[in-house]
């Protein structure tokens, strides 16, 4: 009997010391698990876009700009490549669904200011993809909290939630601004004489923070550069400036864009501190061209900014893009880029497939980021009809190259050698090359059924 007993305590002992292992081992494969898919969601690059708002093709330095101080930006330049022929619509609305849709705007754009929530955004494919998504600066899609989440971002800080006509009504963009952060406006004790820009950085700079160790987005909409023009928080006059939307001073421009590079460099500057250079792609844009009262030095000639215009000055606009140990240093871009192209180019970065979101009308510049041909656009086309509350509905059609540009009217301009578009090329007095430039033109325009 005692023999038996002890035979019983025996095996019950190696049990427990066998059931102690197996859970040992089970903890040991779960972890290991756990470990590899951290280690393999830290491989997926970060992806920030930053979108300045009204800064045309001639304000960076890099560019060729003489009359303001980007150093930020053309540092950016130089670690990374730099596009020469980006184009956007004449307006931001338009300009960011194409964006964030990678679509023309035939195809969901209705109303200024108005995302209907049925579509899907880069945000949208990222977030699926795992990422964790931030959303800063000027929405301008309205919807508030609802809508931002709906498009795919978890976190935000933005200005103008909802639809407002006219946007002045919200108040300042800048000095005492009113934000709405992640479900509701700030309390305005907080927000009093604090300058927009400075809260939207210092909530992307603190969402880096608390997303280091997993792969994010972050599509940071500046505020700056867009009217009302005014003193920055690096401006002696800051302090005791009277905000009025309805108020601007175009001398303070200058300082805007500084103030704005001055922000840039800020968020360069976290990503090196928090040791996520190497495995970050940070892209830097401008929505449409510069306002059109804002005069420029541009490779020693002085251009008028050409906001809302078609013609060149209105929809020619900076890229720049740095991924180090991806995008080799200095490289400068010819290829033909349009705003539906980030989603798929997005989506090459993630190294993830192009969503099935409907109709998508991007092509790819991903390959061209990592030095390769690849297939870029020969053509880009243009659906301009801005909806805007003033009443801005007059419909413009257009397809261009890097040098000719044919509107769905007729008219066909060598805008490369004519940049105002004052002079129409007429039938008769083409080329065998430039007519089957306008053929090939012409094919894109009839493609794009309205």
Known sequence: MKRNSLITAATAILLVIFFENCKKDFETTVNTGIEKNDALARTKPNIIFIVGDDIGYEIPTIDGGKSYSTPNIDKLAQDGMRFTQCRSAALCSPSRFMLLTGKYNFRNYSIWGIMDTSQRTIGNMLKDAGYATCYAGKWQLDGGDASIRKFGFDRYSVWLPFKICPEEAE?????????????????????????????????????????????????????????????????????????????????????????????????????????????????????????????????????????????????????????????????????????TDFLPTFAGVANISVPLYGILDGKSFYPQLKGRIGTPRSSIFTHFNPLTCGGHDNLVRYAQDSSYKLYETGEFYRFSKDINEENPLADSALTTKQKQVKQNLQNVLNSMHN
């Open 171 to 339: 108040g300042s963009r800048y000095k005492s601004a009113k934000m709405y952060q992640d479900g509701g406006y700030l309390p305005q004790e907080f927000t009093d004489n604090k300058y927009s820009e400075d809260m939207l950085s210092d909530y992307v700079l603190n969402f880096m923070d608390s997303n280091k160790t997993k792969p994010f987005f972050i599509y940071y909409a500046m505020i700056l550069c867009h009217k009302a023009f005014s003193p920055t928080p690096d401006d002696p006059e800051y302090a005791s400036w009277v905000t009025d939307p309805f108020v601007s001073d175009t001398a303070y421009f200058p300082s805007m864009v500084k103030y704005m590079d001055k922000k840039i460099g800020m968020i360069v500057d976290k990503i090196k501190s928090l040791g996520l250079d190497d495995n970050t792609a940070i892209f830097y844009i401008g929505d449409n061209g510069t306002p059109k009262y804002i005069t420029s030095l541009f490779k020693n000639k002085s251009i008028p900014g050409g906001k809302g215009s078609t013609i060149d000055y209105g929809i020619h606009v900076p890229l720049i893009c740095k991924w180090p140990g991806k995008i080799a240093p200095g490289t400068i871009n010819g290829s033909l880029i349009d705003f």
